[in-house]
């Protein structure tokens, strides 16, 4: 008896007929998709593999172009001794008593005329104001030492006449004595005159006018001489630029009057200054006075680091510099106590409009550093701060061979901001060739040339064989 068939076999039949003829299908096209199945599971193979260890790169290579552009420089080692220093900021300042030089006014005046002005160089004895009197007190003097001189020629007039009327017994001899005590008398103010005069800075040749009968309405302030070097700065050997006057001269730093302006006695007039001696003076902590102590005690030798200045316009400092003193107060405010440092300037002077004019290299009020030694270092290596790349707790520096630069690993003992100190050990010997710089960028360029697949030591032939650089 046939029957009807049910939704749910109807279905089953339908997806049979699916299966059968996708199954058909992938038999007939195996020749397409078999090959690239086989493909696809060698792949997955391959990359189960563990792959080699990547050796870390040491070698780098660069062209004579390379180096010029990086201006890379590479020096023999050499063991030296080095002195561990501590840095301590100072400032270029004036040596009181040597460097400047107050002017002030001898007696009542009146500015008349001026004769130097700010900047220009004067020499010992050369005029810089002058004044018209108006002291009473002066022309007082004048006039005491014009009688004086006046009365004692009468009196010897008379002495010299009556002493033969003395002889003879016409006149007694007590007139005689009465004359010769009044010429003492005379004598003593003459002195005393003359010693007033000089005080107000009169020069002998002007008092002279004076006992002549010429009194002075006018005087001429002068330059002063100047001091000689001391010998501290004796023992500094600088080179001085251009022949400079070093210390013969004074430079007229600043103006106190001006012209019509009257100004009394003591007055000052002009600041003179010569900066040929100056002193660098430095600003330290009390931790740091012991090692300032045992450096000034021991003559041991101060680096001065000049952050102001350009070298290379100036000669070459070739002496060496020590601390002088140490300053026995502490500033309330900043917790810090001085010590000085001589300093010799250098300098050099040129002509415009018929006067001359100084330049001074250093100049007060100029920043410095300071680097006190503390500890000597011996047998040890010394590079230039950039000659050392850190990574992490590691250093390195660049042995050159030809063109190539091999990375080597050392320990840095101390490290500053100018220099690197490194240990005597197996890795650098004595002779072997160290770049002297730009060792973070070479650094750099060797982890490129080793990420790019190709080592730095290895040469590729035009047939494309390959072998270790020889």
């Given at each position: ?16 007929t699916v299966i059968i003829v996708i199954g058909v299908g992938a038999w007939f096209s195996r020749g397409i998709w078999l090959p690239r199945l086989k493909a696809n599971a060698g792949m997955e193979e391959n990359a189960r593999e563990v792959s080699p260890p990547v050796e870390e790169p040491r070698v780098l290579k660069l062209s004579p172009r390379a180096r010029a552009n990086l201006g890379l420089e590479s020096k023999p080692a050499t063991l030296q001794t080095y002195w561990r220093t501590i840095q301590i900021p100072g400032v270029v300042v004036d040596r009181p008593g040597v460097t400047d030089r107050g002017i002030t006014s001898p007696i009542e005046g009146v500015v008349r005329q001026v004769h130097a002005f700010e900047g220009d160089i ?349």
């Open positions: 008896m046939n029957r009807k068939m049910s939704g749910k076999q109807l279905r089953s039949l339908a997806w049979l004067v020499e010992p004895g050369q005029s810089l104001f002058t004044l018209r009197l108006v002291s009473e007190s002066l022309q007082k003097a004048q006039s005491e030492l014009y009688k004086a001189i006046r009365e004692t020629e009468i009196v010897r007039k008379e002495v010299a006449r009556i002493s033969d009327l003395v002889d003879s017994g016409v006149i007694p001899g007590k007139r005689l004595v009465e004359l010769n005590q009044e010429i003492r008398r005379q004598a003593a103010l003459i002195d005393a005159s003359r010693q007033d005069l000089l005080s107000r800075g009169l020069l002998p040749a002007q008092i002279g006018q004076i006992e002549a009968g010429s009194f002075l309405d006018t005087i001429e302030v002068k330059a002063p001489d100047v001091a000689e070097p001391t010998s501290e700065l004796a023992s500094i050997d600088v080179e001085e630029a251009n022949e400079p006057p070093g210390f013969s001269f004074f430079e007229v730093q600043e103006l106190k009057v001006e012209l019509g302006q009257q100004v009394q006695a003591g007055e000052a007039l002009a600041v003179l200054a010569n900066h040929n001696a100056l002193y660098v003076k430095g600003y330290a902590f009390r931790k740091e006075a012991s090692n300032l102590a045992r450096a000034a005690e021991n003559e041991w030798p101060v680096e001065v680091e000049f952050t102001e200045d350009l070298a290379s316009d100036w000669p070459e400092l070739t002496g060496k510099f020590h601390v002088r003193h140490l300053a026995n107060t502490t500033d309330p405010n900043s917790r810090t106590f001085d010590f000085f440092i001589p300093l010799a300037n250098q300098s050099r002077v040129y002509e415009k409009t018929n006067r001359t004019f100084v330049v001074w290299r250093f100049r007060p009020g100029q920043r410095v550093r300071i680097h006190i030694p503390v500890e000597e270092l011996g047998n040890v290596f010394v590079l230039p701060a950039a000659a050392v790349v850190h990574e992490g707790p590691e250093a390195f520096v660049f042995q050159q061979n030809g063109d190539l630069f091999n990375r080597i690993s050392v320990h840095v003992v101390h490290q500053d901001r100018t220099s690197v100190v490194i240990a005597n050990e197996e890795d650098i010997t004595p002779g072997m060739w160290l770049a002297q710089g730009s060792a973070a960028s070479l650094n750099r360029v060797l982890k490129a040339q080793a990420a790019s697949g190709m080592r730095a030591d290895v040469h590729v032939h035009a047939d494309g064989t390959t072998h270790a650089a020889h």
